[in-house]
């Protein structure tokens, strides 16, 4: 009994687990980058203050200074809530002389 194997060639066997051999009607998905990579809501308490804050920018800085212009600064000193509490208000003050750098 003669009984050669030819190693040299790939194994062509159909693939089970392959799209192409299966009754699936795949179709590719598209990727679209967002136009910002983060999204800040504030909230006092229990209240949400002033609109949501999307970062474009590979860097964000969060401080409690005012700077509507810089489109990489969530600025807490622009949101104002009349029915901030003493406690808050503390609060606030604190983060102003702080600052939070974010990298993307």
Same mark, same amino acid.
């Given at each position: 009994m003669n009984h050669s194997m030819?190693?040299?060639?790939?194994?062509?066997?159909?693939?089970p687990v392959s799209p192409t051999h299966s009754n699936l009607d795949l179709q590719p998905?598209?990727?679209? @980058?967002?136009?910002f990579w983060c999204s800040i809501s504030y909230y006092e308490l229990?209240?949400?203050v002033g @609109?949501?804050?999307?970062?474009?920018?590979?860097?964000?800085?969060?401080? !409690?200074?005012?700077?509507?212009?810089?489109?990489e600064r969530f600025c807490l000193g622009l949101l104002s809530n009349v029915n901030r509490n003493a406690a808050? @208000?503390?609060?606030?003050?604190?983060? !102003?002389?702080?600052t939070l750098k974010i990298n993307r």
């Open positions: 030819d190693t040299s060639s790939p194994n062509l066997s159909p693939n998905v598209m990727y679209c @980058e967002p136009a229990n209240q949400r @609109e949501t804050f999307h970062a474009s920018q590979p860097s964000l800085t969060v401080d !409690g200074f005012t700077d509507p212009s810089n489109s808050v @208000e503390l609060t606030r003050r604190h983060i !102003g002389t702080n």
